[in-house]
Structures are given as structure tokens and as C-alpha cells.
């Protein structure tokens, strides 16, 4: 749930294909380089994997590369 509307979520989905990060299709969405992804997600991306990592280690496992 994201409060957007659909338009606007097309769009960045668009955006990411183009620049070889995702591959979209019907129902779902295949990435393809998720460093790139990363590289390009703001600061707090990294502070919530953080704290993810940290606080349940046992349960988080890291997503495979």
C-alpha cells in the first residue's frame, strides 16, 4: 500500500526498466541489478536494513545477491 496512484507508480516502474535495474511485467517484477537499486535508494534504505539486521538477526535473513 503505497497512496499513490497507479500512474505514478507506472511511471518509476518505467524508469527503472529503462535504466536496466527491473524487468516488469504483468503481476510482478523480476530485478536485475540490485546494487544499482540500492545505489540509488536514499539513506534510509540502508539505516532500516540496519536495524533490521540488528535487532532480529535470528528471524532477517539477507536477501541473496
Do not use: H, N, W
Request: with cysteine; charged share 30%.
Amino acid at each position: 500500500m503505497l497512496g499513490v496512484q497507479r500512474s505514478t507508480v507506472s511511471t518509476v516502474l518505467r524508469g527503472l526498466q529503462t535504466s536496466g535495474l527491473i524487468e516488469q511485467y504483468r503481476g510482478g517484477i523480476k530485478v536485475i541489478d540490485r546494487a544499482g537499486l540500492e545505489r540509488g535508494a536514499c539513506e534510509c534504505y540502508r539505516k532500516i536494513r540496519f536495524r533490521f539486521r540488528t535487532l532480529l538477526s535470528g528471524t532477517y535473513a539477507e536477501p541473496e545477491r
